[in-house]
């Protein structure tokens, strides 16, 4: 009785949904490292600057991965979703374009 299965639907939008945080968690957490980083370090210039370099390095390969990951996931559902929205987005122009048309 409450052992039913979730949606295969429901389950994927849940996976979505905590890549997505994480992918974002990377994003602010490496800014927020970054801005920290400078307020307190107790480096000269140049250290602090090539020290910055590398983190940064690091941040971007970690969200590209992240991106990576997430195309080769969802990169399916995300094509599907922008063709479906080319086409329907042509119809809903298409309508409003002969609206307008029609007030002049």
Same mark, same amino acid.
């Given at each position: 009785? $409450? #052992?039913?299965?979730?949606?295969?639907? +429901?389950?994927? *939008?849940?996976? *979505?949904?905590?890549? /997505?945080?994480?992918?974002?968690?990377?994003?602010?957490?490496?800014?927020?490292?970054?801005?920290?980083?400078?307020?307190? !370090?107790?480096?000269?210039?140049?250290?602090?600057?090539?020290?910055?370099?590398?983190?940064? *390095?690091?941040?971007?390969?970690?969200?590209? /991965? !992240?991106? /990576?990951? $997430?195309?080769?996931?969802?990169?399916?559902?995300? #094509?599907? !979703?922008?063709?479906?929205?080319?086409? #329907?987005? !042509?119809?809903?122009? +298409?309508? $409003? *374009?002969?609206?307008?048309?029609?007030?002049?």
């Amino acid at each position: 009785m $409450f #052992n039913k299965k979730e949606p295969e639907a +429901s389950q994927k *939008k849940k996976r *979505k949904g905590v890549l /997505e945080r994480v992918v974002m968690g990377v994003i602010v957490g490496g800014a927020i490292g970054s801005v920290v980083g400078l307020t307190v !370090a107790p480096k000269k210039g140049k250290e602090t600057r090539d020290y910055l370099k590398e983190k940064g *390095k690091e941040v971007y390969g970690r969200g590209k /991965e !992240a991106g /990576e990951k $997430f195309m080769h996931e969802y990169g399916d559902e995300l #094509n599907a !979703a922008k063709e479906s929205t080319k086409k #329907n987005g !042509a119809k809903v122009w +298409s309508y $409003f *374009k002969k609206k307008l048309l029609k007030r002049k």
